[in-house]
């Protein structure tokens, strides 16, 4: 198995003498067999294959472990998200021999992916004192500025977009004008029907994140979000909302708590509609870096200005767990959600309780454009009838999410978002199906 070349800086005569040992007590059939399934890996290896060279390197490294191996499996972890087993190979590497630089970028690089900021320091100071070539020198320098972005104690961004919203439902009413009720059939007038209009939004989105210690330890983050929908012909729901949420993170190596506290504002029409106040903490563990699971607790309580709204005031609480799995190096982000949601307002026909699960799933690809897909299902069991019912109304709600965005010019992107929403109720005046499609354009900073 004469294969003990890597490339570059990586030299021919650095095995590890438990290797060389194995290899002098294998027979001619054994190297022979090693050396097939090498080729075939190496195959997959230069064709960028990663995920199926993997398995195969971790069996030869089983056998015999030399230093092109342990390149060839630590590279191809990188390639597949696997950043702790690259960790493992590149620091053995590095402990047989330190001089290997190649090796060593590779480790930093794999220290900033795991956000290990100040390893991936230490490792890129030590290739930096051996006076690497100019190109090594200018790789180095973007790493250290990719992790002083990282890293600074003050950090914020900003998004703006103006879009245009086609709705086919605008007043959420029921999909037919004439309903059964229970003393017999009643017809809505054509407002309160099923209506179509356009509508311009506008988003307004900013998060300023302040590090109080460590990395590892106490930040601060505040978020803010402006959103607006103007109607063109059915002003009357038009609806703005205003938020901001502020409080402190506890980040670890592999856990953030989350601990926010925020307020709302809400416009209906031209008339001030409530304002809610939440709290939205949140625990978050990372299994590894393909893998973590969050879990979540919300309450909110609304106010209504309008006295005639006084029955619709009402606490809601809101618990989830969603795991996530990340594949690709996080190109390729899934997400289920399982949660119970408890309403608890003033007139008992509209508190509910009730199930929900969704599942997501986000991607981006090297053109800069992203894709985000969702479901959700949730059902709303009702503590009491609603007007015009005799009969507790429950509700079984089907949600599907599409978005599309594209980024341009750096700081520009323009996006088509598709949202659905089906529900059917047991009562006819909230059997509802709405569909909005919305083009926007913005920037980010």
């Known amino acids: 198995m004469d294969r003990s070349e890597v490339t570059d800086d990586i030299t021919t005569g650095k095995v590890n003498s438990e290797a060389i040992k194995k290899l002098q007590e294998m027979t001619p059939e054994e190297i022979a067999e090693l050396d097939r399934k090498l080729s075939k890996a190496l195959t997959l290896y230069y064709d960028n294959r990663y995920g199926q060279a993997l398995p195969i390197f971790q069996e030869i490294a089983g056998t015999v472990e030399t230093m092109s191996v342990m390149w060839w499996l630590g590279t191809s972890a990188m390639k597949t998200g696997d950043t702790r087993l690259a960790i493992e190979k590149f620091t053995r590497m590095l402990a047989i021999d330190p001089n290997l630089h190649r ?54 961004n900003a998004r703006f977009s103006q879009g245009i919203m086609y709705d086919t439902n605008v007043s959420a009413g029921p999909n037919n004008q004439e309903l059964e009720v229970s003393s017999g059939t009643i017809t809505l007038d054509n407002d309160s029907g099923k209506i179509r209009d356009e509508a311009l939004v506008t988003t307004i989105q900013g998060a300023a994140l302040y590090d109080i210690g460590d990395r590892q330890g106490l930040m601060w983050n505040t978020d803010v979000l402006f959103y607006n929908s103007a109607y063109q012909t059915y002003s009357k729901y038009n609806f703005m909302m ?24 809400q416009y209906f029409g ?30 909110n309580k609304e106010f209504f200005y309008n006295e005639d709204n006084a029955n619709l005031e009402n606490n809601t609480r809101i618990y989830e767990i969603s795991p996530s799995i990340y594949l690709g190096n996080r190109r390729h982000i899934i997400t289920g959600a399982l949660g119970w ?17 969704s599942l997501s799933y986000f991607t981006r690809f ?37 978005v599309v965005s594209q980024q341009f010019f750096e700081h520009f992107f323009t996006s088509l978002a598709v949202n659905f929403a089906d529900n059917n109720s047991n009562a006819d005046l909230y ?15």
């Open 103 to 156: 090796v060593r970028l590779e480790l930093a690089l794999a220290y900033f992916t795991t956000r290990n900021y100040e390893d991936a320091r230490r490792e890129l100071t030590i290739v930096k004192e051996s006076h690497p070539p100019e190109a090594v020198q200018q790789n180095i320098s973007r790493l250290e500025e990719a992790i002083n972005r990282e890293t600074k104690r003050f950090s914020w």
């Open 242 to 265: 205003a938020d901001v949420t502020t409080g402190p993170w506890l980040a670890g190596p592999r856990d953030i708590l989350k601990m926010p506290i925020g307020y709302r504002e």
């Open 270 to 299: 031209s008339e001030r509609l409530s304002n809610i106040i939440h709290v939205d903490p949140s625990y978050e563990h990372f299994f590894g870096p393909l893998f973590s699971t969050k879990v979540s607790y919300s309450y």
């Open 341 to 357: 949601e408890d309403r608890d307002a003033d007139a008992r026909r509209f508190c509910y309780s009730g199930w929900y699960y």
């Open 366 to 402: 090297p053109t800069d454009t992203e894709v985000f897909l969702s479901y959700k299902w949730m059902e709303k069991e009702y503590k009491a009838p609603p007007l015009l019912y005799n009969q507790d109304r429950e509700d079984r709600r089907n949600t599907i999410t599409a």
């Open 431 to 445: 059997e509802i199906e709405k569909t909005t499609y919305t083009l926007s354009i913005g920037f980010t900073f």
